[in-house]
């Protein structure tokens, strides 16, 4: 069978707003198309491929490629509009500073 791997970014918590000056704006995540994303780390120079062959971009960006992104303005709706009859779902979470937290659900 097909593996299908979705992205979905989160929207800002509450917090997260009033800390990012009342905008709910990500600005180290870009979202190109429904299949990609761009992840910001900073000025790396010209563009290149790093060893994991993740493709880097001038500004320091990194494209990451998706069978599906949702972005943070995608509703809950949409994203459990997908059905599969075996799925795994894989999480990371920010627990504090340099760490974080795995979860996953079958």
């Known amino acids: 069978g097909n593996i299908r ?7 800002l918590l509450k917090e997260e707003i009033r800390q990012n000056g009342d905008s709910d704006d990500i600005h180290h995540i870009n979202v190109l198309s429904e299949s990609s994303l761009e992840l910001l780390k900073g000025n790396v120079g010209a563009d290149c491929s790093s060893m994991s062959g993740l493709r880097t971009r001038g500004n320091g960006a990194i494209e990451f490629s ?13 994203v459990s509009c997908i059905r599969a009859f075996w799925s795994f779902v894989l999480g990371k979470q920010p ?3 340099g760490e974080t937290k795995a979860f996953a659900q079958v």
């Open 95 to 97: 627990v504090s500073i």
């Open 5 to 11: 791997v979705y992205c979905r970014i989160r929207p």
């Open 66 to 78: 998706y069978d599906r992104v949702f972005g943070p303005k995608d509703s809950q709706l949409d």
